[in-house]
C-alpha cells in the first residue's frame, strides 16, 4: 500500500515556488488558445484590442514564469534554472518592447515613411524566439534530471523549444520575403503571386505549428512542476518492478527468432503461465490503495496529491477513482 509521501526536504520545491510556475504557464496557455480564435468572433476594433490585451498579457506571464524560475533556482542552487530564468527573463522583457512598438506602429502613435521601419521590431522578435528556444532546451534538460532523482515521473518535452524554433523559422521568412508582398486581398479574394503558392503554405504550417507546439509546451511544463516532489516513492518502485519484469518476459520469449532455437531451432514447449503479480499492475492500479485503509490519495493520472473530497484532479482534470470506491 502507498503511505507517506516520502519527499526531499533538501530538494524540494516550495508550494509558492510551484504556483509562481504552473500559474504563469497556465495563464500563457489560455492567453495563447483564446488568440488563436479570437479573430473567429468577428473583426472590428474591440478585437484588436482583445488581441493586443492578449499579446501584452503573454509577455508578462513569461516575465512572472522567469521569477518563478530564479525562485526556484534559489532553493535548488541549480545553475542550468538560472540561466535558463536569466534567458527568459531577458527575451520576455525584448518581446514585450517589441509589441509595445509594434501596437504603437499599428495604430499610428508612430508614423514614417521608411519601408524598413518594421525592421527592427522583426529583428527583436526574431533574437527572442532564438533566446527562447535556447533557454526552454535547456529547461527540459534540467527536468530530464529530476525524473533520474525520481522526484517526478515526467521528463522535460521538447514541444517549447520546437515550437519556439518554428516561430523564429517563421520571423525570419517572413522578415526576409513579407506576406503582404506576394498574398494580398483584392475584393475579400486572396491573390498569390506565381511561384509563391508553396511558400504561402510552409508560412502557414510554421504559423499554426508554432502555435500548437507551444501550447502543448507550456501544458506540459506545468504538469511537470505540479507533480514534482508530489509523486509516492512506492510508485517508482513499482514501476521499476513491473519493467523489470517485461524485460524478463522478453528475454524468456527469446524475442523474434522465438524461444530456445525459436525459428532455426524447432519448436518448444511455452513456459507455465505464471501469476499475475503486483509488478504487473498499471499505474492506475498502483494509485488507488485499499479505501479501507488511512491513505493520502494521488491522481491515477498524474499522479499529483488530491484533497479528500476532491472530484477531479486540479491538475490534469482526472476523476477521482478514490470517491467512486468509498
Known sequence: MIGEVELQPETGIKNTTRKHITNSSLIYVLTMMISMFIYLLGSGPAIVYIDIALNLLQSIALIWLAYGLYLFHKEEENKIIFFTSLIVASAAIVLLVSKILAIFYSLGVL???????????????????????????????????YVIQRRNIYRGQLSL???????????????????????????????????????????????????????????????????????????????????????????????????????????????????VSKTQETIEEILIEDPTLPK??????????????????????????YLKKG
Not at 120 to 138: C, D, E, K, L, R
Not at 210 to 225: E, H, K, P, S, T
Not at 304 to 315: M, N, P, Q, Y
Open 111 to 145: 508614423v514614417s515613411s521608411d519601408p524598413l521601419r518594421q525592421l527592427p521590431v522583426n529583428i527583436t522578435f526574431i533574437v527572442s524566439a532564438a533566446a527562447f528556444t535556447f533557454g526552454f532546451y535547456q529547461l527540459k534538460k534540467a527536468v530530464d534530471n
Open 296 to 321: 493520502k490519495m494521488f491522481c491515477v493520472k498524474c499522479g499529483l496529491e488530491l484533497d479528500d473530497d476532491a472530484a477531479f484532479c486540479g491538475d490534469c482534470g482526472e476523476t477521482n477513482p
Open 161 to 275: 523549444p520546437i515550437g519556439f524554433a518554428l516561430l523564429f523559422i517563421y520571423l525570419t521568412v517572413e522578415t526576409i520575403i513579407p506576406q503582404e508582398t506576394y498574398a494580398y486581398y483584392v475584393a475579400e479574394e486572396l491573390i498569390v503571386v506565381e511561384g509563391y503558392q508553396i511558400l504561402l503554405w510552409v508560412q502557414y504550417f510554421f504559423s499554426m505549428g508554432n502555435l500548437v507546439m507551444i501550447v502543448l509546451g507550456f501544458w506540459y511544463l506545468r504538469r511537470a512542476f505540479a507533480t514534482l516532489d508530489k509523486i509516492p516513492e512506492e510508485l517508482f518502485q513499482r514501476i521499476e518492478e513491473a519493467k523489470a519484469q517485461r524485460a524478463e518476459a522478453r528475454q524468456q520469449g527469446g524475442g523474434m527468432l522465438g524461444r530456445r532455437g525459436g525459428l532455426f531451432g524447432g519448436l518448444a514447449p511455452p513456459p507455465p503461465a505464471k501469476p
